[in-house]
C-alpha cells in the first residue's frame, strides 16, 4: 500500500516547489516589512484575517468566504494606499542590491572617519548644533528639499565653517558623500514619532525621519545638551566619541564594500526564513495539495484548418466536442479551458472524400496534469466539395 510519503513524492511536480519558494519568498519580505515598518497590531490583524478565511474555506463557510473574496481587491487597494511610502522604499531597496563579489571602494573611509569624528567632536564640545547625513546604498535625493550643490572636499574646517552660527547654511543639514561635501542648507522630512524623538528638536526630528525613509546615516548634534546622537534605520542612540569611530567605520565597511549575496541576504535572518518556509508549505498543503482526482467534462470548438483552397467543408459539419478530462483539483484550477480545440488538419483530403478522423489524436492544448478520459464523437466524419457545386440536399 502506497505511504503518504510515497504519493507526496510522486505528486509534487517542479512548479509546486517554485510556487512554494515564490510564496515563501513574498511571506519572508511580509514578515520583516511587518517587523521594520508597520505595528504589530497590524501584522496580528493580517493573520487572524488569514487564519479566518482559511477556516472559512475548510468548515465550507459560503458567506463568510465571499466576502473575504469581494472585500479582498478593497483591501488590497487600502494597503498599497496606505503603505506607498513603505513599498516605494522596498522596491529601491531590491534596485540597490549588489550581486556577486565586487573589489573594495577607493574612498579613503578612515580618512572621513577622522575628519568626520574630529569635526562633530569639537562642535559638541561648544555646543554648535549640526546634521550631517551620510547616504547609504538607497536613493536619498527625493527625500530631500532645497540645499546649495557644493562638491568640495570634506575637511574640518570646512565642517566648522558650515556649522558657524554666522554661516547661511547652518540650519540645514550637510551631505557628505564619500570624501567629498554634496550639499549644504539641506532641508530633510520631519518625523511624527514623538516618543522616540525624546527630548530632541527639530534636528533629531529630521535624522529620524530621513532613517525612516531610506538607509542613510544621520548625525545630529545637539546645541542644547552637547550631545551626540545617530539615526539609522528608525532609530536614535546617543553615542560618546569612542563609539562614533566605531560606528562610522562600521558603516564605511559595510557601504563600501560590495558583499556577496548569499552571505549577507541568504545566511541572514535564518530563523525567519524558516519560518517563511514552513507557513508557505502548510498553505501550499492546505489549498494546492489533493490527491483526489475528480472529471471534469467541457464542450471544445473543432476547427477545420489547411482545407485545399478550391474545396470547402461540407455539412452538415460538427462544430463542437464534448472532452471529460480527470486529475487533481489544483490543475483544474490552471486549466485554460478556452485554449483547448480540436483541429483537425485537412490537407491531404481530397473532393468527396469521406475522411474518419480521431477526435483524440487532434485534441491540442491539454495540459500535462490533466488525463483525457473520453471525447464524443470520438471519430468525426469530414466531407469536402468543390466551391462552386450546391450542396447536396437533405432527404
Known amino acids: 500500500m502506497e505511504t503518504f510519503f510515497d504519493q507526496l513524492v510522486h505528486s509534487v511536480r517542479l512548479a509546486d516547489v517554485l510556487d512554494v519558494g515564490v510564496v515563501a519568498v513574498l511571506i519572508y519580505a511580509a514578515i520583516c516589512w511587518l517587523r521594520q515598518r508597520a505595528s504589530q497590531s497590524l501584522g496580528f490583524l493580517l493573520v487572524s484575517l488569514g487564519a479566518l478565511y482559511a477556516l472559512a474555506r475548510e468548515l465550507e463557510m459560503y458567506m463568510t468566504t465571499v466576502m473575504f473574496q469581494v472585500g479582498f481587491l478593497a483591501g ?59 547616504p547609504g546604498k538607497e536613493p536619498l535625493g527625493r527625500h530631500t528639499r532645497g540645499g546649495v550643490m557644493v562638491d568640495a ?63 542613510s546615516l544621520v548625525i545630529a548634534v545637539s546645541e542644547e545638551r552637547g550631545t551626540i546622537t545617530l539615526a539609522h534605520a528608525g532609530q536614535l542612540d546617543v553615542v560618546q566619541s569612542t563609539e562614533l569611530v ?23 535572518r535564518l530563523g525567519t526564513k ?29 476547427e477545420y484548418r489547411n482545407v485545399p483552397e478550391s474545396l470547402i467543408v461540407d455539412d452538415p459539419k460538427l462544430a463542437n466536442a464534448e472532452v471529460t478530462l480527470s486529475g487533481s483539483e489544483g490543475a483544474f484550477s490552471l486549466l485554460d479551458a478556452a485554449a483547448i480545440v480540436v483541429s483537425l488538419d485537412l490537407e491531404n483530403t481530397s473532393e468527396g472524400r469521406d475522411s474518419r478522423m480521431d477526435a483524440r489524436q487532434s485534441l491540442k492544448n491539454v495540459p500535462s496534469d490533466l488525463e483525457v478520459e473520453q471525447i464524443v464523437p470520438s471519430t468525426i466524419e469530414v466531407w469536402l466539395r468543390d466551391k462552386g457545386e450546391s450542396p447536396e440536399p437533405s432527404e
Open 76 to 134: 488590497l487597494i487600502a494597503i498599497v494606499v496606505i503603505f506607498q511610502q513603505d513599498m516605494r522604499r522596498e522596491i529601491e531597496r531590491l534596485s540597490a542590491w549588489k550581486w556577486g563579489r565586487g573589489a573594495t571602494a577607493k574612498e579613503p573611509a578612515q580618512e572621513v572617519v577622522n575628519i568626520l569624528v574630529e569635526a562633530i567632536v569639537s562642535l559638541a564640545e561648544l555646543r554648535v548644533g549640526a546634521l550631517i547625513v551620510l
Open 246 to 268: 566605531e560606528r562610522l567605520q562600521h558603516w564605511y565597511q559595510d557601504r563600501m564594500t560590495t558583499t556577496d549575496v548569499t552571505e549577507k541576504h541568504v545566511l541572514n
Open 274 to 302: 524558516s519560518l517563511a518556509l514552513f507557513i508557505a508549505c502548510v498553505l501550499w498543503f492546505l489549498f494546492a495539495y489533493h490527491t483526489d482526482s475528480i472529471q471534469r467534462t467541457i464542450v471544445v470548438p473543432i
Open 153 to 215: 572636499r570634506l575637511s574640518f574646517e570646512l565642517i566648522r565653517s558650515i556649522f558657524d552660527t554666522q554661516s547661511p547654511g547652518h540650519d540645514g543639514a550637510v551631505i557628505v558623500d564619500g570624501n567629498r561635501i554634496a550639499q549644504l542648507g539641506v532641508h530633510l522630512p520631519l518625523s511624527s514619532n514623538l516618543f522616540k524623538i525624546g527630548p530632541g528638536g527639530t534636528r533629531h526630528a529630521a535624522a529620524l525621519g530621513t532613517s525612516e525613509h531610506c538607509d
